[in-house]
């Protein structure tokens, strides 16, 4: 619970206007954006919610077939809302402030747990008093001010949407518990997500169990030119046949799936190194090729908790609970999206610190947009960036917030200025060593035009293939050009297994196959490892 005035004319029209939000940090931030007349106070999360088991059932329904569900399946699903646990003495507070207002503003969240939290403390605070919703993407005073201007009615379509799904979560996967109680073991919890989540995982495991390794051998040459400069390549066939690699063989019995290929053990290649290391080796081919990179789109819910996993090592629940607390300080917009969306204004601020921060090379000529994947995406929301208008530099935050809460802010400040720079430009050069029959083959990545690499490089899921693909220079050689053989090395190389999910590759994987929704993923992936389901490794 929060209670905040402020001395500035509010201009609302109102003498004493009540404000809900959910939280007493968000009323803390929004009581000083509004003007005198307002009294911004906390509903502390949702006031009505289902019953907790049959012990909650108002005395009217304790005999009915359904009350340990709390919905009357015998009366088109009517689900029976009863007041938690510790609620009423809020309640009475927020009905006491009530009396003395004049208007009631519902600041709760703009999606569906907002709007139905909104609509549930209408029915329980019953107002006589005219009643605005109030909705926005951040909490900065223009955000908040524009709000004011523009309120709207509770979306019946959203509330609706909201008690739908929680009733069929109640209708399915409240059976299923007890269920698990008597055929596995107390307390276990079955949920629509948390058992697809558990499965994948469980599949993945057994896929890694029916592995069976492979061992090829290969050699890598180190050859040099008239002027000393060296190269380091592997080889890549012999008297045209290919040498294999993991994709080559049968990860269910570790052999070969083409035959024609050369499979080398750590003798026929010593061997095969001790014949070819005298001889002649020339440049028979040399492929430079231009490649563009653009850049990521901003944050949305799930991309945030991936990243925040890599880059910074946080679980999806550590890395929620500082963005919620980032957005309710007014420094980010809201963090439950799954739009890469930006509004203009942002657009127009990533812009002029781009000119600013990297110089009119890096700043493309139109502005950049960006189209969400994910099934379903509620379009209606921004994607996750700075709040406010011009954004705040990390730098001045850098005294105001914690740790967590700078380097997560410091990420989304960096990836929303990159979504809006030049494209990354390179060249992809690939050198082919002949001789003695052998093909070799090394391939370098040079970077002309690092772009939006300056600001922002994503993390990777496979760190090992990402240092494979780093910047690499090789040495200038030509066509024809004669190398000479300084060393060749015969090495071995064994095919692994598929890795194990991260809480980044789970969430991915859960978004891609379209499974829940972003904002649940922190508290599916804490619940499965809480509840033993599953354990980290």
């Given at each position: 619970?929060?209670?905040?005035?402020?001395?500035?004319?509010g201009?609302?029209?109102?003498?004493?206007?009540?404000?809900?939000?959910?939280?007493?940090?968000?009323?803390?931030?929004?009581?000083?954006y509004?003007?005198?007349?307002f009294?911004?106070?906390?509903?502390?999360?949702h006031?009505?919610?289902?019953?907790?088991?049959?012990?909650?059932?108002?005395?009217?329904?304790?005999?009915?077939?359904?009350?340990?569900?709390?919905?009357?399946?015998?009366?088109?699903?009517?689900?029976?809302?009863?007041?938690?646990?510790?609620?009423?003495?809020?309640?009475k507070?927020?009905?006491?402030?009530l009396?003395?207002?004049?208007?009631?503003?519902?600041?709760?969240?703009e999606?569906?747990?907002?709007?139905?939290?909104?609509?549930?403390?209408?029915?329980?605070?019953?107002?006589?008093?005219?009643?605005?919703?109030?909705?926005?993407?951040?909490?900065?005073k223009d955000?908040?001010?524009e709000?004011?201007?523009?309120?709207?009615?509770?979306?019946?379509?959203?509330?609706?949407?909201?008690?739908?799904?929680?009733?069929?979560?109640?209708?399915?996967?409240?059976?299923?518990?007890?269920?698990?109680?008597?055929?596995?073991?107390?307390?276990?919890?079955?949920?629509?997500?948390?058992?697809v989540?558990?499965?994948?995982?469980?599949?993945?495991?057994?896929?890694?169990?029916?592995?069976?390794?492979?061992?090829?051998?290969?050699?890598?040459?180190?050859?040099?030119k008239?002027?000393?400069?060296?190269?380091?390549?592997?080889?890549?066939?012999?008297?045209?046949?290919?040498?294999?690699v993991?994709?080559?063989?049968?990860?269910?019995?570790?052999?070969?799936?083409?035959?024609?290929?050369?499979?080398?053990?750590?003798?026929?290649?010593?061997?095969?190194?001790?014949?070819?290391?005298?001889?002649?080796?020339?440049?028979?081919?040399?492929?430079?090729?231009?490649?563009?990179?653009?850049?990521?789109?901003?944050f949305?819910?799930?991309?945030?908790?991936?990243?925040a996993?890599?880059?910074?090592?946080?679980?999806?629940r550590?890395?929620?609970?500082?963005?919620?607390?980032?957005?309710?300080?007014?420094?980010?917009?809201?963090?439950?999206?799954?739009?890469?969306?930006?509004?203009?204004?942002?657009?127009?601020?990533?812009?002029?610190?781009?000119?600013?921060?990297?110089?009119?090379?890096?700043?493309?000529?139109?502005?950049?947009?960006?189209?969400?994947?994910?099934?379903?995406?509620?379009?209606?929301?921004?994607?996750?960036?700075?709040?406010?208008?011009?954004?705040?530099?990390?730098?001045?935050?850098s005294?105001?917030?914690?740790?967590?809460?700078?380097?997560?802010?410091?990420?989304?400040?960096?990836?929303?200025?990159?979504?809006?720079?030049?494209?990354?430009?390179?060249?992809?050069?690939?050198?082919?060593?002949?001789?003695?029959?052998?093909?070799?083959?090394?391939?370098?990545?040079?970077?002309?035009?690092?772009?939006?690499?300056?600001?922002?490089?994503?993390?990777?899921?496979?760190?090992?293939?990402?240092?494979?693909d780093q910047?690499?220079?090789?040495?200038?050689?030509?066509?024809?050009?004669?190398?000479?053989?300084?060393?060749?090395?015969?090495?071995?190389?064994?095919?692994?297994?598929?890795?194990?999910?991260?809480e980044?590759?789970?969430?991915?994987?859960?978004?891609?196959?379209?499974?829940?929704?972003?904002?649940?993923?922190?508290?599916?992936?804490?619940?499965?490892?809480?509840?033993?389901?599953?354990?980290?490794?």
């Open positions: 619970m929060a209670k905040k005035k402020t001395n500035s004319a201009g609302n029209g109102h003498s004493n206007a009540l404000v809900i939000v959910e939280s007493p940090a968000k009323a803390k931030t929004i009581g000083k509004l003007g005198k007349g009294t911004v106070e906390a509903s502390i999360g006031v009505r919610d289902l019953p907790e088991g049959a012990k909650q059932i108002p005395a009217k329904y304790k005999d009915a077939p359904w009350k340990n569900l709390g919905v009357n399946v015998e009366d088109n699903f009517t689900p029976i809302y009863v007041v938690p646990p510790g609620k009423s003495k809020q309640i507070l927020l009905k006491d402030q009396k003395k207002a004049d208007a009631l503003y519902l600041a709760t969240d999606d569906r747990e907002g709007e139905a939290i909104s609509w549930h403390l209408l029915e329980v605070l019953k107002p006589k008093v005219p009643v605005h919703r109030l909705v926005f993407n951040e909490i900065t955000a908040i001010q709000a004011l201007k523009s309120p709207r009615k509770v979306d019946d379509g959203l509330v609706r949407a909201q008690e739908t799904r929680r009733i069929l979560d109640r209708l399915y996967g409240y059976e299923v518990s007890p269920l698990l109680w008597r055929k596995v073991r107390p307390k276990l919890s079955a949920g629509r997500v948390q058992s989540a558990v499965r994948m995982i469980v599949e993945r495991e057994r896929e890694r169990m029916k592995f069976v390794c492979a061992t090829w051998w290969d050699l890598l040459g180190m050859f040099a008239e002027t000393g400069q060296q190269l380091e390549a592997a080889l890549v066939s012999v008297d045209g046949r290919k040498i294999p993991g994709k080559d063989f049968d990860s269910a019995t570790g052999k070969l799936k083409n035959e024609e290929l050369m499979l080398l053990d750590a003798q026929s290649s010593q061997a095969l190194a001790d014949r070819i290391r005298s001889g002649e080796f020339r440049v028979t081919k040399v492929e430079d090729k231009p490649y563009t990179t653009r850049p990521y789109p901003p949305t819910t799930s991309t945030l908790q991936q990243e996993n890599r880059k910074l090592g946080f679980t999806a550590r890395a929620m609970q500082v963005a919620q607390s980032l957005y309710e300080n007014g420094h980010i917009t809201y963090m439950r999206t799954d739009s890469t969306n930006l509004a203009a204004v942002a657009v127009d601020d990533a812009r002029r610190l781009v000119e600013e921060q990297y110089g009119n090379d890096y700043l493309p000529a139109e502005p950049r947009s960006y189209k969400s994947k994910v099934k379903n995406a509620q379009e209606a929301h921004e994607a996750i960036r700075p709040a406010g208008h011009p954004f705040e530099v990390p730098q001045a935050l005294q105001t917030l914690n740790a967590d809460e700078f380097k997560l802010f410091d990420m989304i400040w960096k990836r929303t200025i990159a979504s809006q720079m030049a494209d990354s430009r390179g060249r992809r050069i690939t050198i082919t060593i002949e001789g003695g029959g052998c093909v070799f083959q090394v391939s370098g990545k040079t970077i002309d035009f690092p772009g939006y690499l300056r600001a922002y490089v994503e993390g990777s899921d496979d760190p090992d293939a990402d240092l494979a910047e690499k220079a090789l040495p200038s050689v030509t066509e024809g050009e004669l190398l000479k053989c300084v060393e060749l090395t015969a090495k071995d190389h064994t095919t692994q297994p598929p890795g194990r999910y991260s980044a590759s789970l969430t991915k994987a859960l978004e891609e196959k379209g499974i829940g929704r972003p904002s649940t993923y922190a508290s599916i992936i804490e619940t499965i490892q809480a509840r033993n389901y599953v354990f980290k490794k």
